[in-house]
Protein backbone atom coordinates (compact mmCIF):
# COMPACT_ATOMS: atom_id res chain seq x y z
CA UNK A 1 0.00 0.00 0.00
CA UNK A 2 2.54 2.70 1.06
CA UNK A 3 4.78 2.18 -2.65
CA UNK A 4 1.60 2.47 -4.72
CA UNK A 5 1.19 5.49 -2.43
CA UNK A 6 4.62 6.91 -3.33
CA UNK A 7 4.34 5.57 -6.90
CA UNK A 8 0.76 7.94 -7.04
CA UNK A 9 2.38 10.69 -5.45
CA UNK A 10 5.82 10.86 -6.92
CA UNK A 11 4.27 12.50 -10.02
CA UNK A 12 2.98 15.53 -7.95
CA UNK A 13 5.90 15.76 -6.16
CA UNK A 14 7.34 19.08 -8.18
CA UNK A 15 3.94 20.52 -8.92
CA UNK A 16 3.29 20.74 -5.29
CA UNK A 17 6.48 22.02 -4.24
CA UNK A 18 6.00 24.80 -6.76
CA UNK A 19 2.35 25.14 -5.47
CA UNK A 20 3.33 25.55 -1.98
CA UNK A 21 1.60 22.13 -1.36
CA UNK A 22 2.79 19.48 0.73
CA UNK A 23 1.75 16.06 0.99
CA UNK A 24 2.09 14.00 4.06
CA UNK A 25 1.88 10.40 4.36
CA UNK A 26 0.64 8.12 7.23
CA UNK A 27 0.68 5.15 5.63
CA UNK A 28 1.34 1.46 7.82
CA UNK A 29 4.31 -0.22 5.63
CA UNK A 30 3.16 -3.45 6.74
CA UNK A 31 -0.06 -3.09 4.39
CA UNK A 32 0.18 -5.82 1.65
CA UNK A 33 -3.22 -5.87 -0.66
CA UNK A 34 -3.52 -7.99 -3.79
CA UNK A 35 -4.17 -5.20 -6.43
CA UNK A 36 -3.70 -4.25 -9.76
CA UNK A 37 -1.59 -1.55 -8.97
CA UNK A 38 -1.02 0.57 -11.81
CA UNK A 39 -5.19 0.58 -11.97
CA UNK A 40 -4.78 1.79 -7.87
CA UNK A 41 -1.82 4.35 -8.06
CA UNK A 42 -4.16 5.90 -11.25
CA UNK A 43 -6.64 6.47 -8.58
CA UNK A 44 -4.10 7.76 -5.66
CA UNK A 45 -2.93 10.18 -8.58
CA UNK A 46 -6.68 11.36 -9.57
CA UNK A 47 -6.94 12.32 -5.97
CA UNK A 48 -3.58 13.73 -5.07
CA UNK A 49 -4.22 15.79 -8.45
CA UNK A 50 -7.33 16.80 -7.62
CA UNK A 51 -6.48 18.06 -3.82
CA UNK A 52 -3.72 20.35 -5.91
CA UNK A 53 -5.70 21.64 -8.08
CA UNK A 54 -8.20 23.05 -5.29
CA UNK A 55 -5.40 24.55 -3.77
CA UNK A 56 -3.64 27.15 -6.22
CA UNK A 57 -3.01 29.24 -2.84
CA UNK A 58 -1.08 26.39 -1.20
CA UNK A 59 -2.50 23.87 1.14
CA UNK A 60 -1.60 20.64 2.54
CA UNK A 61 -2.80 16.90 1.40
CA UNK A 62 -2.32 14.03 4.63
CA UNK A 63 -2.69 10.59 3.09
CA UNK A 64 -3.01 7.77 5.79
CA UNK A 65 -3.96 4.02 6.02
CA UNK A 66 -6.71 3.79 8.73
CA UNK A 67 -6.69 0.51 10.32
CA UNK A 68 -9.64 -1.65 10.86
CA UNK A 69 -10.67 -3.63 13.90
CA UNK A 70 -9.48 -6.75 12.59
CA UNK A 71 -6.60 -8.09 11.22
CA UNK A 72 -8.70 -9.44 8.53
CA UNK A 73 -10.27 -6.51 7.65
CA UNK A 74 -10.65 -4.68 5.27
CA UNK A 75 -8.10 -1.82 4.32
CA UNK A 76 -8.94 2.19 4.42
CA UNK A 77 -7.00 5.01 2.79
CA UNK A 78 -7.64 8.61 3.34
CA UNK A 79 -6.73 11.40 1.11
CA UNK A 80 -7.60 14.97 2.91
CA UNK A 81 -7.02 18.17 2.07
CA UNK A 82 -7.62 21.80 3.18
CA UNK A 83 -8.80 23.35 -0.39
CA UNK A 84 -12.05 25.17 -0.27
CA UNK A 85 -13.86 22.16 -0.17
CA UNK A 86 -15.97 19.74 -2.62
CA UNK A 87 -18.44 22.33 -4.77
CA UNK A 88 -22.07 21.78 -3.27
CA UNK A 89 -23.42 21.72 -6.69
CA UNK A 90 -21.28 18.86 -6.89
CA UNK A 91 -21.69 16.44 -4.34
CA UNK A 92 -24.43 14.52 -5.82
CA UNK A 93 -23.00 13.69 -9.11
CA UNK A 94 -19.49 13.58 -7.65
CA UNK A 95 -18.51 10.21 -9.33
CA UNK A 96 -20.56 10.31 -12.23
CA UNK A 97 -18.61 10.76 -15.77
CA UNK A 98 -18.04 14.39 -16.97
CA UNK A 99 -19.12 16.13 -13.80
CA UNK A 100 -16.61 18.92 -13.17
CA UNK A 101 -16.58 22.04 -11.68
CA UNK A 102 -14.16 25.23 -10.99
CA UNK A 103 -11.70 23.71 -13.87
CA UNK A 104 -10.66 25.33 -17.34
CA UNK A 105 -10.01 21.87 -18.55
CA UNK A 106 -11.50 19.26 -16.40
CA UNK A 107 -12.81 16.37 -18.13
CA UNK A 108 -14.83 15.00 -15.39
CA UNK A 109 -13.55 11.55 -15.35
CA UNK A 110 -10.73 11.16 -13.11
CA UNK A 111 -13.64 10.21 -9.96
CA UNK A 112 -15.66 8.00 -12.29
CA UNK A 113 -13.06 6.05 -13.32
CA UNK A 114 -11.38 6.23 -10.19
CA UNK A 115 -15.06 4.63 -8.62
CA UNK A 116 -14.70 1.66 -11.51
CA UNK A 117 -10.72 1.07 -10.58
CA UNK A 118 -11.77 0.51 -6.63
CA UNK A 119 -14.98 -1.45 -7.76
CA UNK A 120 -13.12 -3.46 -9.19
CA UNK A 121 -11.42 -4.31 -6.36
CA UNK A 122 -14.36 -5.09 -4.82
CA UNK A 123 -13.86 -2.15 -2.62
CA UNK A 124 -15.15 1.50 -2.41
CA UNK A 125 -14.40 5.13 -2.67
CA UNK A 126 -16.68 8.03 -1.51
CA UNK A 127 -15.86 11.53 0.02
CA UNK A 128 -16.68 12.48 3.72
CA UNK A 129 -19.04 14.27 5.02
CA UNK A 130 -17.65 17.43 6.25
CA UNK A 131 -18.49 20.94 6.54
CA UNK A 132 -15.66 23.08 4.08
CA UNK A 133 -12.88 23.98 4.61
CA UNK A 134 -11.42 20.61 3.71
CA UNK A 135 -12.32 17.67 1.22
CA UNK A 136 -11.81 14.20 2.46
CA UNK A 137 -11.55 11.06 0.47
CA UNK A 138 -11.85 7.77 1.11
CA UNK A 139 -10.87 4.40 -0.37
CA UNK A 140 -11.85 1.08 0.95
CA UNK A 141 -10.22 -1.81 -0.03
CA UNK A 142 -10.49 -5.56 0.70
CA UNK A 143 -7.69 -7.97 1.94
CA UNK A 144 -8.74 -10.79 -0.38
CA UNK A 145 -10.63 -9.65 -3.43
CA UNK A 146 -13.70 -12.14 -3.51
CA UNK A 147 -12.27 -12.32 -7.55
CA UNK A 148 -8.67 -12.55 -7.53
CA UNK A 149 -7.85 -10.38 -10.39
N1 LIG B 1 -9.99 17.48 -3.34
C1 LIG B 1 -10.95 18.20 -3.92
N2 LIG B 1 -11.27 19.43 -3.41
C2 LIG B 1 -12.26 20.15 -3.98
N3 LIG B 1 -12.97 19.76 -5.06
C3 LIG B 1 -12.69 18.57 -5.59
C4 LIG B 1 -11.68 17.72 -5.05
N4 LIG B 1 -11.64 16.58 -5.78
C5 LIG B 1 -12.57 16.73 -6.73
N5 LIG B 1 -13.22 17.90 -6.63
C6 LIG B 1 -14.28 18.40 -7.53
O1 LIG B 1 -14.79 17.29 -8.22
C7 LIG B 1 -14.77 17.53 -9.63
C8 LIG B 1 -14.63 16.21 -10.37
O2 LIG B 1 -13.32 15.67 -10.25
P1 LIG B 1 -12.77 14.71 -11.39
O3 LIG B 1 -13.74 13.61 -11.61
O4 LIG B 1 -11.38 14.33 -11.05
O5 LIG B 1 -12.81 15.60 -12.70
P2 LIG B 1 -11.87 16.84 -13.12
O6 LIG B 1 -10.69 16.87 -12.17
O7 LIG B 1 -11.48 16.54 -14.52
O8 LIG B 1 -12.73 18.06 -13.00
C9 LIG B 1 -13.66 18.53 -9.82
O9 LIG B 1 -13.85 19.29 -11.00
C10 LIG B 1 -13.75 19.38 -8.56
O10 LIG B 1 -14.69 20.42 -8.71
MG1 LIG C 1 -9.52 15.19 -11.69
Redesign the pocket.
Known amino acids: MSEVVEAGVETFQQTAAAQGVAIRRDVDPEIELLLERSRIERVVM??V???I??MPGGGEIVIRSIQSGSPNGDVELEVA?N?????PE?RSQ?FQPF?????KN???????LSRQAVLDHGGDVWAVDKQPPG?V?RIRLPRQPANAI
Do not use: C
Open positions: NLGNAEADSPGIPLLATYGKGSGLGLAAF
